[in-house]
């Protein structure tokens, strides 16, 4: 079957680095999103990598390996709004399908 | 900024009831998706469309039906409640095809069926 497995909590503390793992089991594989959802709030989109290496955007990081059917968010200087659900998702044959794996609920403290 | 809607936030329905849920988006994006999302399950892809009258099934299409009638609208239909359905809904729009294209979510109805 086709699945993707991130851990389903992780704690870190304001100021920290966190790193958030994906790994994927594909029937085809375009490339690797990933989404934050806050409690009672919609997913919004962060990234999204097709091809190896690392994305960054701001405090945020994202990387791919194709070769080992795996990715992971980077979260630089955590803050506290940071906290909340972070989804990877991928891309298939289709272009229209997305995969989506289970969450991971990001936990801060001070 | 893309703004979907959906036209509930909550919505408590009986057993055996015709249920509408309704969404709207403003950015003339021609990809619509509908999926549930509930806990350690992530999001599942119920139905999606790519163009107007266009519908096509995502991996959990059972007992539910979908409209496009309009670019902007797209509808999801429980056509008879049960209450292995409660769960929240999410409405999505994406401009284009691909990953990089992101999906915009609306805030989602939560749907509870007695």
């Known amino acids: 079957g086709q699945s993707l497995e991130q851990p389903s909590e992780v704690t870190a503390v304001e100021g920290a680095i966190v790193q958030i793992n994906c790994t994927y089991q594909t029937s085809g594989f375009y490339g690797l999103s990933w989404y934050q959802q806050h409690d009672g709030g919609a997913p919004t989109f962060l990234s999204y990598?097709?091809l190896d290496g690392l994305e960054e955007t701001g405090r945020f990081s994202s990387f791919l390996s194709r070769s080992d059917s795996y990715g992971y968010l980077l979260l630089q200087e955590l803050q506290m709004k940071d906290s909340a659900s972070y989804f990877c998702?991928?891309?298939?044959?289709?272009?229209?399908?997305?995969?989506w794996g289970a969450g991971t609920k990001l936990i801060i403290k001070p | 900024d893309v703004k979907v809607t959906q036209s509930s936030r909550y919505l408590v329905k009986r057993t055996g009831e015709k249920v509408f849920l309704e969404c709207v988006q403003d950015?003339?994006?021609?990809?619509m998706f509908w999926y549930r999302q509930d806990p350690g399950l992530g999001l599942r892809l119920i139905y999606f469309s790519y163009d107007v009258k266009m519908k096509e099934k995502g991996d959990i299409p059972e007992g539910y039906s979908v409209s496009r009638e309009k670019k902007e609208r797209f509808s999801l239909i429980l056509e008879s409640a049960s209450t292995s359905q409660t769960s929240m809904y999410l409405c999505?729009?994406?401009?284009?095809?691909?990953?990089?294209?992101?999906?915009?979510f609306g805030n989602g109805t939560r749907l509870t069926v007695t």
């Open positions: 990598n097709a």
């Open positions: 950015m003339d994006h021609e990809n």
């Open positions: 998702a991928a891309n298939m044959d289709s272009n229209y399908q997305l995969i």
């Open positions: 999505a729009s994406s401009l284009g095809g691909s990953g990089n294209s992101p999906l915009h």
